[in-house]
């Protein structure tokens, strides 16, 4: 009789020790989501001249490097004719694929005519062809897009 009370009392209150607790994929996503910094990369885009071995700041710093210098060099040497304003700052947005292609993606010049922003427009799509070979940004082990803003100061002095 005794074993048989215990066997029953067993057997009543043991399962809830067997059940495994499932874990929700919704209220994992939502806690991963919460801590995942979307406006940050774990590695920027790196231009094939930059050593691929350097940390963050160092990667940052060669592409900005990089691609301002060359961005200068192109307008410095540019005919571009600005008949409008003495000074101005243009806001440029280039966008860099998951594939490492750049392209310019829009150009803010409001106080340009519509043939000046053209014209610039032609000028910067024209350079970046002569960007060396890219490598896209990385964030968690995966190549992701990534939009840069530089802008331009037009001093016509």
Same mark, same amino acid.
């Given at each position: *009789?005794?074993?048989? %009370?215990?066997? $029953? ?5 043991? $399962? =809830? ?11 994992? %996503?939502?806690?991963?989501? =919460? ?7 774990? /590695? ?9 071995? =350097? ?24 005919? *571009? ?13 280039? %966008? ?14 409001? /106080? %340009?005519?519509?043939?000046?922003? =053209? ?29 840069? /803003? ?8």
């Amino acid at each position: *009789m005794r074993f048989a %009370l215990i066997f $029953c009392f067993t057997i009543c209150f043991s $399962c =809830q020790y067997f059940e495994k607790k499932k874990l929700n994929s919704d209220v994992i %996503l939502e806690q991963e989501l =919460q801590t995942f910094k979307w406006d940050e990369v774990d /590695q920027y885009p790196t231009f094939e001249t930059c050593d691929e071995d =350097q940390n963050y700041e160092d990667n940052k710093a060669c592409f900005e490097s990089i691609f301002t210098t060359h961005i200068f060099e192109v307008l410095k040497d540019s005919d *571009m004719v600005v008949l409008d304003t003495e000074n101005d700052t243009i806001l440029v947005n280039f %966008l860099v694929s998951k594939t490492g292609k750049i392209t310019l993606s829009s150009l803010d010049a409001s /106080q %340009l005519s519509e043939a000046s922003t =053209q014209n610039l427009n032609e000028i910067l799509s024209a350079s970046l062809l002569e960007l060396p070979k890219l490598y896209p940004a990385i964030k968690r082990s995966q190549h992701v897009q990534t939009v840069f /803003q530089l802008p331009i100061i037009l001093n016509t002095n």
